[in-house]
């Protein structure tokens, strides 16, 4: 079977997909849903109605095929019960983050031409309101909750709108299926307006059937049976990966999706949940990692010494077992020993279920990546863009390379550019960016879609991403260097949470970091250090030497012009909310650069001449 051949694929559209599933697997759990400190549970019959009755209502509120319907919404199941209830009745999804601004909301829903919008709650129909004048073709603001709305912006619930109290008839359930059973597989299913790094937002628009051929090639390279588990869904819905990876595969597979309460809940909604998938970018891994990094040294030297000794049998076991894919034998015996002393502890702390993870957005150090393995946590990275519906690679259990994106999804070519560029072609690439023809054609070159990203591909087809090709920091030397690398090295020192890395045009290289805040204050009572606040911490004179020490240490393995010449140490974290992140945790380097401008050229007061590692407050001035 060739899976790009439309015919060959099981399912037309995502709602068609439901609702063959929803057959299939009528009384199993489908959604769950946090309320009053308990989950809740819709089965899939449940939840196929719920989608049903959505269709209905806003064929009555005078939606019609082809229309954009925005959601500015979290994470819930209103939003993929919105989302499905939009495509049922042959409309096209328009995500909006929910942590943009008023303005940012209405360029995507102007841009688009949404006439109705889904909000969460009342704190995103506020930022709907406070643009009012600026959004006039909305007609209707659909909620997730119940509040009283302004007359100049009326609001219904998901509930008003879905007459919840009426049942779907057999008659209305017929001509929505009907509706379901037309649509075409080159119809658009979305416009993805893009965060991006830089720029205004562009539109992509994707297929069904690439949304579908997207999810299905996903969930036959990770196994179907083990889509059949529990989903915790916590990255954003309106970017991508989550979309397809998350809830499309999971529904394809007839998995359970479990909505996580908040981002700042996922670690406790884990331990509740038990899942045994879910799709994260590195952040959470790098979390994982340094947590119980640091928890190692509050135990006793034996502990301590048996967890180091089972990390490094764990190392040689997976690279025996899955790289090699040799007999493990003795090795194996050893690998169970420690499995069942350390790691398998450390497994029950993230409910004790969880088969694999699979990881995307931004690439994932391989040190970090190993000990997920090695703990018996597989993450499974893979590569894409929202352009590409977005998975075009991803490493699985029996195929996998450390460092490496994975090999080819699908139909999926690639050939990389006299640049080292890699260039994609395939049936998950767009259709191109909406109202945009001339952003559209400055994507592709000869019907090759452009990525932007450099990488290199090995005789077994495994890519590896370099970095971004607009991020590749050129210094005055004339040295390329690609930041990435350098910066998911210094996130594993463990008093470094964040790094940005800077030196475009300059004589060397600059940083800017964000501290690991716990072992910062730990480090600041074992020197008791007085301080007023995290400010006040971390110009202290003591911080920033130890900070010069942990880059010096950083520096020692490098050649001269990749070596941090100088750096600044914020109190906070970057942050989307800051607009210093992407919703997906990536730096916006632009942002970055323009927000701490002042800082990062008073450290090029002064070329520092090949001088070790000079700190500087974030108040200003070298330290």
């Known amino acids: 079977m060739k899976i790009a051949d439309k015919k060959a ?15 299939k697997y009528a009384d199993q759990p489908a959604v769950s849903y946090k309320r009053g400190g308990a989950y809740l549970t819709l089965s899939y019959e449940q939840f196929y109605t719920r989608i049903l009755m959505a269709a209905r209502g806003l064929r009555k509120a005078g939606m019609q095929a082809g229309d954009k319907v925005a959601i500015f919404s979290e994470n819930r199941a209103g939003w993929i019960i919105a989302d499905l ?41 506020e930022k709907l309101l406070a643009v009012r004048d600026q959004i006039p073709q909305v007609e209707l603001v659909i909620s997730f909750e119940r509040f009283l709305g302004e007359r100049d912006l009326p609001v219904y619930t998901l509930y008003q709108l879905s007459e919840i109290s009426h049942p779907i008839t057999a008659d209305e359930q017929g001509e929505i299926e009907e509706q379901i059973a037309a649509i075409d597989p080159e119809d658009l299913i979305t416009i993805i307006y893009t965060s991006g790094t830089t720029g205004q937002p562009k539109g992509v628009m994707l297929t069904q059937h690439n949304m579908v051929i997207n999810a299905w090639d996903g969930v036959q390279r990770a196994g179907e049976e083990s889509m059949a588990g529990t989903f915790l869904s916590f990255l954003p819905l309106s970017h991508v990966l989550e979309r397809s990876a998350g809830y499309h595969a999971v529904l394809m597979g007839g998995g359970q999706i479990a909505f996580a309460e908040d981002v700042n809940k996922v670690v406790e909604n884990i331990v509740e949940v038990k899942p045994t998938t879910m799709v994260s970018v590195p952040r959470l891994f790098e979390k994982i990692y340094s947590r119980v990094y640091e928890n190692t040294h509050l135990l006793s030297p034996f502990k301590r010494q048996m967890f180091h000794q089972g990390i490094e049998t764990g190392r040689e076991y997976i690279y025996q077992k899955y790289i090699k894919c040799q007999p493990t034998g003795l090795l194996g015996l050893k690998y169970w020993f420690y499995d069942k002393l350390v790691f398998r502890k450390i497994r029950n702390r993230f409910g004790g279920n969880l088969k694999f993870f699979i990881c995307g957005g931004a690439p994932l150090d391989k040190t970090i990546n190993e ?24 490493n699985s259990l029996y195929e996998n390379r450390f460092g490496s994106v994975g090999r080819a999804l699908g139909d999926a070519e690639f050939k990389l550019a006299d640049d080292g560029e890699l260039l994609i072609k395939g049936s998950m690439v767009m259709r191109g960016y909406y109202r945009n023809e001339e952003a559209t054609a400055d994507a592709f070159v000869d019907g090759w879609f452009k990525t932007g990203d450099i990488a290199r591909i090995d005789d077994q087809g495994f890519v590896y991403i370099v970095d971004r090709k607009k991020e590749i920091i050129v210094t005055a030397g004339g040295k390329n260097i690609a930041p990435q690398p350098l910066e998911n090295t210094l996130k594993l020192d463990k008093y470094i949470s964040q790094a940005y890395v800077h030196g475009d045009k300059k004589p060397y290289l600059v940083a800017i970091l964000t501290p690991n805040l716990e072992r910062l204050i730990e480090f600041s009572h074992e020197k008791r250090i007085n301080y007023l606040g995290v400010d006040d911490l971390v110009a202290n004179d003591q911080v920033q030497q130890l900070f010069a020490q942990r880059i010096a240490l950083f520096n020692q393995d490098l050649p001269a012009y990749e070596s941090i010449k100088k750096f600044i140490v914020l109190p906070r974290e970057f942050s989307a909310e800051g607009g210093e992140l992407t919703p997906t945790m990536k730096l916006k380097r632009k942002e970055i650069y323009h927000s701490y401008k002042d800082k990062i050229e008073h450290l ?7 001088q070790d590692a000079q700190p500087q407050s974030e108040n200003g001035g070298t330290k």
């Open 604 to 610: 090029y007061l002064d070329n520092g001449n090949g």
């Open 9 to 23: 694929l099981p399912y037309r559209s995502i709602p068609q997909m439901l609702q063959i599933n929803a057959g």
């Open 371 to 394: 000990f997920m393995w090695i703990i018996g946590i597989p993450v499974f990275e893979g590569y894409g863009l929202t352009e590409t519906s977005p998975a075009v690679t991803l």
């Open 85 to 125: 209830g939009i495509q049922s009745a042959l409309g096209i999804g328009v995500p909006i983050y929910a942590t943009n601004t008023g303005a940012q909301a209405a360029y995507v829903i102007n841009h688009s031409g949404s006439r109705i919008v889904f909000v969460s709650d009342r704190l995103q129909y």
